[in-house]
């Protein structure tokens, strides 16, 4: 599976786009890019996914780069709700297998 | 109700005792998964379930075995707790079934303190 590399900390203000990045340049061709978030010790929540295309939802955006060895979640309004650690993981698209990083912890601040 | 739920939330128990800790699924899902946290770290895969009939270990089996009793069921056993074994352990499911685009779901954690 690959590795990804991600920033230990953020900040970003109410309001504010938060944009987090994520590296995975040993990223195969069959490999999907999954973000996941954990509020304070919470069970992890999905937030979103994508394979090669930009994906957006409800929640957030992913950018997705034309060589996929990186990408970039956006939180287009981040709220102090959306204060957590974020994960990016990257996993084959049926194995069914999570493999967890440190991930970023996301302070939105006032 | 929760869909994911996990019995017992926190518990402790001293070194050389036997516990389990259940999950329990109202999602339908086929595929079950058992992780552990420990602070500062991100998750880590203990065993999964691809149905009742599938078992497999995860990256860190060994001290731990489970039992899928059902679709909807999937237990964590600590024969022996040991203190390295002191964790968050989280509970998740996915539908899994030839879908590409899985996601999973988790439980609430359970807090296990082992003295």
């Known amino acids: 599976d690959a590795k990804t590399t991600q920033p230990p900390s953020m900040d970003c203000a109410e309001g504010r786009a938060a944009n987090l990045p994520c590296n995975h340049s040993?990223?195969?061709?069959?490999?999907?890019v999954y973000w996941y978030r954990q509020i304070h010790s919470q069970g992890p929540q999905y937030i979103i996914h994508?394979?090669?295309n930009n994906e957006t939802n409800e929640m957030a955006s992913l950018i997705i780069t034309e060589d996929r060895k990186s990408s970039t979640l956006i939180l287009p309004h981040a709220t102090l709700r959306d204060t957590a650690v974020y994960y990016c993981?990257?996993?084959?698209?049926?194995?069914?297998?999570?493999?967890f990083g440190q991930g970023t912890t996301l302070q939105v601040k006032p | 109700d929760a869909d994911v739920t996990q019995t017992p939330r926190n518990r402790i128990t001293k070194t050389g005792k036997r516990i389990m800790l259940e999950c329990s699924q109202t999602k339908g899902h086929d595929r079950m998964y058992w992780y552990r946290q420990d602070p500062g770290l991100g998750l880590r895969l203990i065993y999964y379930?691809?149905?009742?009939?599938?078992?497999n270990k995860g990256e860190i089996s060994d001290g731990y075995s489970v039992s899928r009793q059902a679709q909807a069921k999937f237990s964590l056993s600590l024969e022996s707790a040991i203190p390295n074994q002191t964790a968050l352990y989280f509970c998740a499911t996915s539908e899994g079934s030839g879908r590409v685009m899985e996601t999973q779901y988790f439980g609430p954690g359970t807090r296990l303190l082992v003295l």
């Open positions: 040993t990223i195969s061709g069959n490999e999907y």
């Open positions: 994508g394979l090669k």
């Open positions: 379930s691809f149905d009742v009939k599938d078992i």
């Open positions: 993981i990257v996993r084959p698209g049926n194995t069914g297998k999570l493999i």
